[in-house]
């Protein structure tokens, strides 16, 4: 079975903190994502990379970087974390080229609540 | 642009009962794939079913099946035999073609529906 883990389940950050969200997949996945999820707002696609060092930009990508140094792992940076990043963080992987109906695995999210 | 619509906020089935999820969407690709995911209120989205634009059939997973209307553009997602486990939030989503050549597909998901099942 696929495996997709988060560093945190819960986090609190205070405003202008510097914060790292951690992502691994065991599955030898090319493609990883993140999203960012709010209330009445479905899922909403930060960035994804679909190689090690090869991110490409999202639909919200303002105020967010990310770092894919090994295939395995996939961060989400926030520089200077703001009230308006409070929200649901959801990481997924998946493959390139498999059959059409090979869907992205998520891992259990981080609610990151910013002070 | 592709954009997966959910008019329902949430739903309320009795126990045992079947219900019915309602998506439609909007695409100009001729070959795309839509997918149904759970998320309990434990956070992790668990995929539940898929359906290909060009499959003859509606797909079926277990108690779950997708009542596929490609004219109409819906992806209905049906619960037969309800289940309490079965409260959950439901989203939505469809595989959208790479920017560039050789880039990955992206989903593009609906805003979500909370069914409750009552006991």
């Known amino acids: 079975d696929v495996k997709v883990t988060q560093s945190s389940r819960y986090l609190v950050k205070r405003t202008g903190e510097k914060v790292f969200l951690e992502c691994v997949q065991d599955?030898?996945?090319?493609?990883m994502f993140w999203y960012r999820q709010d209330p009445g707002l479905g899922l909403r696609l930060i960035y994804f990379?679909?190689?090690?060092?090869?991110?490409e930009k999202g639909d919200i990508p303002e105020g967010y970087s990310v770092s894919r140094e090994k295939k395995e792992r996939f961060s989400l940076i926030l520089e200077s974390a703001s009230t308006n990043q409070t929200s649901m963080y959801l990481c997924a992987s998946s493959l390139t080229g498999g059959r059409s109906q090979d869907t992205q695995y998520f891992g259990p999210g981080t609610r990151l609540t910013v002070l | 642009a592709q954009k997966i619509t959910q008019t329902q906020p949430g739903m309320f089935v009795q126990e045992k009962e079947a219900v019915t999820l309602d998506c439609t969407y909007d695409t100009s690709d001729p070959s795309y794939g839509l997918f149904w995911y759970k998320q309990p209120s434990s956070g992790e989205m668990i995929f539940l079913i898929y359906q290909g634009s060009y499959d003859q059939q509606n797909a079926t997973e277990g108690r779950y099946s997708l009542n596929f209307q490609k004219a109409r553009k819906s992806a209905n997602l049906v619960i037969s035999a309800s289940q309490l486990g079965d409260s959950a939030m439901y989203f939505c989503a469809m595989r959208r073609p790479p920017a560039l050549q050789g880039g990955s597909e992206k989903l593009v998901f609906g805003k979500g529906t909370k069914l409750t099942v009552n006991p």
């Open positions: 990379s679909y190689d090690v060092k090869m991110k």
């Open positions: 599955m030898d996945h090319e493609n």
